[in-house]
């Protein structure tokens, strides 16, 4: 078995700033990576490397594709672009990001459809109230706008329409952000069932120990732009090893 | 003859607005930019097409304004005078006799002829503008060809009212490349873009875009494999002329609801009553000396 997606060295530097330094990790197909650290820490800039959005100044990212290992730094925009609209997905924070707030549930769902190719309504409307379902959203509201619903709901949107072209990989940037606990934890379960159903590798950025441990397999923490620690997710949180991490395990309020 | 230069735009304004026309020949459905001047009308009233046509004038051209189909509205009466002050050319009402023609949202129903130019009026030539408003991102999906997003306009269409309910500025795909907003002409006209043996050129003043669909071009309305595009009309005969197939525009007559369907392009409507058809309610046709 090959990794899905090899990092080596990654690093991205804002002018004297380091975003993030000597970046490297193996993801395996199947597999949930977590990356913690507090704000500042190089998370967001990190996985804006690995999807591409920002461009990174060294080191090297390979993709384990369909049809073969990639370098995605090499890549044409054309098939990066194609790459994350199929094989990849991109859950953003803040769902305003990743939906049209003026179209409706069921084009925000088909758009990805559309856009590799899907050019029959009806079909695409089956699969858009198909995975609307899934998401736990009500059938009856597929001609609704997004922005008539609430937070959690334009969340599991987001998920839906990131998923319905079933990518391979998942990039998501605390896709539990802004919600209150309850809708948190229900969003995690949905997220979690889908993750194994579907046989996801995703990479999780987040500040919320919680998240990772229900989510991910394994955890790297960083810390002024470097990882500073990694290993299986239980192994970290119950036995962290670094100063930093320790700090950051015991900063968890206790209820 | 005037003070004006001929056709009012001067040599060097002329010769980029053909380059650029030349560069949207050459890439039928690209949105050409261009240094759009200022014109003596305000913009949205026809400052790009003006231009194209400015730039597209000979002194042997025989020129035909029309607006919605209509040689005789404010719009066209007063760029046919423009041109008649500042180039002298001839000017005609009758689609066959000219060489050139400039409209608003309509495409003659009279088969137009190779030499033809026709030029349209477009407000905004970005079909992709209200569902993406970044210039850079929609830019960057025409040179990629990711279009996915012009159905998801259609999608919205067919969700909300059934079926697709865009009835003018539809989208067409031009020889399989661009997608292309064929400006505000009613979707009836979008089956005579293709295949067309005049020239159209599209001129969008504000916006400082020039676009052109060459003769016989492969031009396709969007659609879906279960929805596919209806070219729509009113469904009534031509109440003048009796014209079953041409477009028509609905005119209230009273304010108990009464109403009367004629076609929109006058010189259309006025050929076939000179030729004897006569419709619901037409009075007989009397030829003016």
Same mark, same amino acid.
């Given at each position: ?31 949930? =990576? ?34 073969? $290992? #990639? ?13 994350? #609209? ?17 179209? +409706? ?22 699969? $858009? ?10 059938? !009856? ?8 619903? +609430? ?17 391979? =990989? ?9 919600? !209150? ?9 949905? =997220? #979690? ?23 991910? !397999? ?28 320790? =700090? ?8 | ?69 209509? /040689? ?27 060489? &050139?023609?400039?409209?608003? %949202? ?12 026709? &030029? ?11 569902? *993406? ?8 999906? %025409? ?12 999608? *919205? ?31 009836? /006209? ?7 043996? @005049? ?36 469904? %009534? ?7 079953? /197939? ?23 409507? @006025?050929?076939?009553?000179? @030729?004897?058809? &006569? ?6 046709? *009397?030829?003016?000396?």
């Amino acid at each position: 078995m090959t990794p899905l997606l090899q990092v080596a060295n990654l690093t991205k530097r804002y002018g004297a700033r380091i975003g993030c330094q000597d970046v490297s990790f193996d993801l395996w197909p199947g597999e949930v =990576l977590g990356i913690v650290g507090e704000s500042g820490s190089g998370k967001s800039t990190l996985l804006s490397c690995l999807a591409g959005h920002l461009k990174p100044d060294l080191g090297a990212i390979t993709y384990d594709s369909r049809l073969g $290992a #990639r370098d995605v730094l090499a890549m044409s925009e054309a098939e990066r672009r194609l790459l994350g #609209r199929t094989d990849w997905a991109y859950v953003h924070q803040n769902p305003r990001d990743g939906l049209r707030m003026g179209v +409706s549930a069921g084009g925000n769902v088909g758009e990805r459809l559309m856009a590799v190719g899907a050019r029959h309504y009806g079909q695409i409307r089956t699969q $858009a109230l198909d995975w609307l379902g899934r998401v736990e959203i009500a059938a !009856d509201r597929v001609d609704d706008r997004p922005s008539a619903f +609430s937070g959690g709901m334009q969340q599991r949107l987001q998920i839906a329409r990131n998923l319905v072209t079933g990518p391979r =990989l998942v990039f998501m940037d605390e896709p539990t952000g802004g919600l !209150d606990v309850s809708v948190q934890a229900r969003l995690l379960d949905l =997220l #979690r069932g889908l993750v194994r159903e579907m046989g996801l590798s995703v990479i999780i950025v987040t500040h919320d120990l919680a998240v990772v441990r229900l989510l991910a !397999d394994r955890l790297m923490v960083m810390k002024n732009g470097r990882v500073i620690e990694s290993g299986l997710t239980d192994q970290v949180l119950d036995d962290p090893q670094a100063p930093y991490t320790q =700090l950051l395990v015991s900063s968890v309020l206790q209820v | 003859m005037s003070d004006y230069n001929f056709a009012y735009l001067d040599e060097d304004t002329k010769r980029m607005i053909r380059r650029a026309l030349l560069k949207a020949v050459a890439i039928p459905g690209y949105q050409v930019p261009f240094a759009s001047r200022e014109m003596p009308m305000p913009y949205g009233w026809g400052t790009g097409g003006v231009q194209v046509t400015a730039a597209c004038l000979v002194p042997e051209d025989v020129l035909k304004v029309i607006d919605q189909g209509s /040689d005789d509205t404010t719009n066209a009466v007063s760029i046919r005078k423009f041109f008649v002050k500042t180039s002298g050319v001839a000017v005609t009402e009758t689609t066959t006799e000219a060489t &050139v023609i400039q409209t608003r %949202h309509r495409i003659p129903e009279q088969a137009l002829h190779e030499g033809q130019i026709l &030029v349209y009026q477009v407000p905004i030539p970005e079909p992709l503008r209200f569902l *993406e408003p970044r210039e850079t991102e929609t830019r960057k999906m %025409h040179e990629l060809q990711e279009y996915g997003l012009m159905h998801v306009k259609l999608y *919205e269409d067919i969700a909300r009212h059934g079926t697709i309910a865009t009835s003018y500025a539809y989208p067409v795909k031009v020889e399989g490349r661009y997608i292309m907003d064929p400006s505000p002409i009613p979707k009836f /006209d979008n089956p005579k873009l293709g295949g067309n043996a @005049a020239l159209q050129l599209f001129g969008a003043g504000r916006e400082q875009r020039i676009y052109a669909v060459p003769p016989y071009s492969d031009v396709v309305s969007l659609d879906f494999d279960d929805h596919p595009f209806v070219a729509g009309k009113a469904p %009534h005969d031509c109440d003048l002329c009796g014209a079953a /197939d041409s477009y028509l525009d609905e005119v209230i007559t009273d304010d108990q609801g009464t109403r009367m369907y004629v076609c929109s392009d006058t010189d259309f409507c @006025a050929t076939r009553r000179t @030729a004897g058809h &006569v419709g619901r309610l037409a009075a007989p046709y *009397e030829v003016t000396p």
